[in-house]
């Protein structure tokens, strides 16, 4: 059971900072796509495409599930899954908007409050895991 037990912590945390990185890169996408459609008028297609917003929805949901519902259920805080929550409803309302700046403001909220979950979940790992003498 103790072997089980190291093996799932590694897989949460990569599963964290792959949520904290997803997010980050999305924040980024969302600002060159205001700055670079609206200044240079150039990428409009590429960078405004539905598909990429709703992919990354579904990406940042099925991550955020997996390692902050893997992590409420074995530390019992409910901070990063409410969290990351709130964050998962503002990307999904940015869906809503027309492209543009409402639309970039929604999503880097979210983003910012899935990252920030994905954060919570880490340091809960941490203060949870009295077991692991590596931790």
Known sequence: MATMIRL???IRQRLDRAG??????????CLLSVVLVSIIGVGAEAFLDPA?????LLIATL???????WGAM?????APFV??????????????VPHGV???VLTIIGVALVSLGHILNLR?????CTHCADH
Do not use: D, N, Y
């Open 8 to 10: 799932v912590t590694p």
């Open 20 to 29: 904290i990185a997803l997010s980050a890169l999305c924040a980024v996408h």
């Open 52 to 56: 990429i917003h709703r992919i990354g």
């Open 63 to 69: 991550i955020a599930a997996v390692a902050i519902g």
């Open 74 to 78: 074995k530390h019992r805080m409910a």
């Open 83 to 96: 969290v990351a929550m709130m964050g998962l409803t503002f990307m999904g309302g940015a869906l809503a």
């Open 102 to 104: 409402e639309e970039a």
């Open 124 to 128: 809960h790992l941490h203060t949870s």
